[in-house]
C-alpha cells in the first residue's frame, strides 16, 4: 500500500515559521490537502491541491511542493495553532483514493 | 445549512455487525462522492472507503476490505457504512466526508466483549 511520511512533531514559538513536510512517491502526479484537527474536533481543510487556501483559511497557511516532498507553512504562528496536522493525498494507480500521513503534532511553545 | 450527520456508533461484542448511517443536508449530495475515514482513540486518520456519486465504484482500505461495504441512498440523502465482522481493532471515531471541505462530527465505534 502507499505511504505518506510526516515527522511526528515540529515546536515553534509565537511569531516564528513552522514548517511540516510530507513525502510521498506519487507526490510529482497526485495533489496533495493538509488538514489542521484539533482535540475533540473533526479536521479542517488547510490547504488543498497543493498550494490553494480554502475560503476563511488565514493567509499565514500556504502549501508548497517539490518533488516528492509537500510543505505545509504556518508564518507568525499563534497559540491557537497548535494542533494536529495532516497531509492527505491519493497514490498514483487510484486504486487509493485517500491516503493520509502519519500526523504531525504542532507544539507552539 | 451545509451538513453531514453521522449515527449509529456504540460498543459491539467482536465478531458482530454494525451500520453507520451519514445524513447530508444543504447540498446537492447525489453530486458528489463520499468517503469514511476513522481515528482511533489517539492515532491519526485511517481513509477506509470511498464512493462514487452515483453509487457505480466503490474502494476501500485494505484494513477492512471484504468485511465492511459502503452504500449510499440519494433520494433519503444518506451515505452508509456496513461493518461486518469487527474487531477491536476498528474501534474508532467514525467521519463520513464529502470532499476535504464538508466533514461530520463522527461517531464512536467501540468494539469490545
Known amino acids: 500500500s502507499y505511504e505518506l511520511t510526516q515527522p511526528p512533531s515540529v515546536s515553534v514559538s509565537p511569531g516564528q515559521t513552522a514548517r511540516i513536510t510530507c513525502s510521498g512517491d506519487?507526490?510529482?502526479?497526485?495533489?496533495a490537502y493538509w488538514y489542521q484537527q484539533k482535540p475533540g474536533q473533526a479536521p479542517v481543510l488547510v490547504i488543498y491541491k497543493d498550494s490553494e487556501r480554502p475560503s476563511g483559511i488565514p493567509e499565514r497557511f500556504s502549501g508548497s511542493s517539490s518533488g516528492t516532498t509537500v510543505t505545509l507553512t504556518i508564518s507568525g504562528v499563534q497559540a491557537e495553532d497548535e494542533a494536529d496536522y495532516y497531509c492527505?493525498?491519493?497514490?498514483?494507480?487510484?486504486?487509493?483514493?485517500?491516503?493520509f500521513g502519519g500526523g504531525t503534532k504542532l507544539t507552539v511553545l | 445549512q451545509v451538513q453531514l450527520v453521522e449515527s449509529g456508533g456504540g460498543v459491539v461484542q467482536p465478531g458482530r455487525s454494525l451500520r453507520l448511517s451519514c445524513a447530508a443536508s444543504g447540498f446537492t449530495f447525489s453530486s458528489y462522492g463520499m468517503h469514511w475515514v476513522r481515528q482511533a482513540p489517539g492515532k491519526g486518520l485511517e481513509w477506509v472507503a470511498v464512493?462514487?456519486?452515483?453509487?457505480?465504484?466503490?474502494y476501500y482500505a485494505d484494513s477492512v476490505k471484504g468485511r465492511f461495504t459502503i452504500s449510499r441512498d440519494n433520494s433519503k440523502n444518506t451515505l452508509y457504512l456496513q461493518m461486518n465482522s469487527l474487531r477491536a481493532e476498528d474501534t474508532a471515531v467514525y467521519y463520513c466526508?464529502?470532499?476535504?471541505?464538508?466533514w461530520g462530527q463522527g461517531t464512536l465505534v467501540t468494539v469490545s466483549s
Open positions: 492527505q493525498s491519493a497514490d498514483s494507480s487510484g486504486t487509493y483514493p485517500w491516503v
Open positions: 506519487a507526490l510529482p502526479k497526485q495533489y
Open positions: 466526508a464529502r470532499d476535504g471541505l464538508l
Open positions: 464512493i462514487w456519486y452515483d453509487g457505480s465504484n466503490k
